[in-house]
C-alpha cells in the first residue's frame, strides 16, 4: 500500500523559511514526485517536480526561493521553502507517480503572516 507523509508546515512570518518533508511508504527511485498547493478559494496548482533523473522544474512563481530534493535511501521528499511571502499561504500535498497512479499525501498547512 502506498501512504505519503507530509511535515514541515506551520506559521512562519515573511521572509522566512520552512522544510517540508514528505516520507513515502515505497522506493522513489524510479519515480517522479512533485509537491502542489491551494490556497483557499484557489485551484491546486504545481509547485515542484522532481523526476526519476534528478530533473527538476518549478512555478515560474517559486523560481529562486523553493528547492525541490529527494532522500532515495529514506524514501522522502523535501520542499525546501525560502523568502516565503504572504502569498504562499497554502495547503501544500505531495504527489507520487507509482506504476501508472498517482497518490497524494494528506497535505500540510503553510502560513505566511507576521
Known amino acids: 500500500q502506498v501512504q505519503l507523509v507530509e511535515s514541515g508546515g506551520g506559521l512562519v512570518q515573511p521572509g522566512g523559511s520552512l522544510r517540508l518533508s514528505c516520507a513515502a511508504s515505497?522506493?522513489?527511485?524510479?519515480?517522479?514526485m512533485g509537491w502542489y498547493r491551494q490556497a483557499p478559494g484557489k485551484q491546486r496548482e504545481l509547485v515542484a517536480t522532481?523526476?526519476?533523473?534528478?530533473?527538476?522544474n518549478y512555478a515560474d512563481s517559486v523560481k529562486g526561493r523553493f528547492t525541490i530534493s529527494r532522500d532515495i535511501a529514506k524514501s522522502t521528499l523535501y520542499l525546501q521553502m525560502n523568502s516565503l511571502k504572504p502569498e504562499d499561504t497554502a495547503v501544500y500535498s505531495c504527489?507520487?507517480?507509482?506504476?501508472?497512479?498517482?497518490?497524494w499525501g494528506q497535505g500540510t498547512q503553510v502560513t505566511v503572516s507576521s
Open positions: 504527489k507520487l507517480d507509482y506504476s501508472g497512479m498517482d497518490y
Open positions: 522532481i523526476t526519476s533523473g534528478g530533473s527538476t
Open positions: 515505497v522506493s522513489i527511485r524510479l519515480n517522479t
